[in-house]
């Protein structure tokens, strides 16, 4: 028989995007008191693998993605991701989105993304959130799955990814150091 644990914390990231690049720094801030200090930020970028949004938010997007410091636990995911929507709500124009917050966790196994929405390969975990599991970690990278986005599934995007869980990695080594 297994024998239940809490499982080890989890790196919170976010892909944010909007058309007003000037914006992104501005959601980068509220993020940061909410969920503490950034510890990597990606370049600028555009989310132009699909066109999506653009009917919602115009064209073209500016994207970034973040990590912070402060490692959750996997189940706070549901928290962040009904706190991220509520901020995206507050950026409203029109009825239409400004901003898109997408969080999601770097675990040592795989990166798992927060959605409302539902599909097969998607667990469902409470209060109208799911799981998607976007990258599996496997022969010292990270992999994308037959559903994976085309830019998760970049292999820029993927070496980014890399890089943050080799940050997660020495902080958990850290707190094992520690304890």
Do not use: C
């Not at 297994?2 to 914390?9: G, I, L, V």
């Not at 969920?35 to 653009?54: C, I, K, L």
Request: proline residues 6%.
């Amino acid at each position: 028989m297994s024998q239940p644990r809490e499982p080890d914390p989890v790196k919170l990231i976010a892909s944010i995007f909007t058309p007003k690049e000037d914006l992104i720094r501005e959601v980068i801030n509220e993020l940061s008191l909410r969920y503490g200090p950034v510890d990597w930020e990606s370049p600028p970028m555009f989310f132009d693998r699909t066109r999506y949004y653009e009917r919602e938010m115009g064209w073209p997007l500016h994207r970034r993605f973040v990590s912070f410091e402060y490692l959750i636990s996997p189940d706070d995911i549901v928290n962040v991701k009904l706190e991220t929507n509520e901020l995206e709500s507050r950026y409203l124009q029109e009825g239409n989105r400004l901003v898109n917050i997408d969080p999601g966790y770097i675990g040592l196994e795989r990166l798992v993304l927060a959605t409302g929405k539902n599909y097969v390969h998607r667990i469902y975990l409470r209060n109208g959130i799911y799981a998607d599991l976007t990258l599996i970690y496997k022969k010292g990278s990270f992999r994308s799955l037959e559903w994976t986005y085309k830019d998760y599934a970049d292999p820029k995007m993927i070496e980014m990814f890399n890089n943050v869980r080799k940050r997660y990695t020495g902080q958990l080594k850290e707190r094992k150091r520690l304890d």
